[in-house]
């Protein structure tokens, strides 16, 4: 897995999650004080996020932070690639 495809498998996990939740990008990025913007970037895989900012997608989802890595299993951890 490359760092374009893990940014992409998560912000699609993030983008189900919201989904799952019934919150718009709008909706999620208000509760985050950030852009709407920057929820779709997040979400498109464009944007290599900071902790700070799963932590605070995690608080707004009611959900633990690890679960917006669930898609990350330990066979798809071994194949990253640098």
Known sequence: MTRDEGLKTLGRRIAE???EKG?????LAEAMGVSCN????????VR?????SLLLI???????PGALFEDFMPSVL???TC
């Open 17 to 19: 999650l919201r989904h």
């Open 23 to 27: 919150l718009t990008q709008e909706a």
């Open 38 to 45: 920057h929820i779709a970037d997040i979400e498109l895989g």
């Open 48 to 52: 290599n996020t900071g902790v700070w």
């Open 58 to 64: 995690s608080k707004a989802l009611a959900l633990p």
């Open 78 to 80: 071994r194949r990253l």
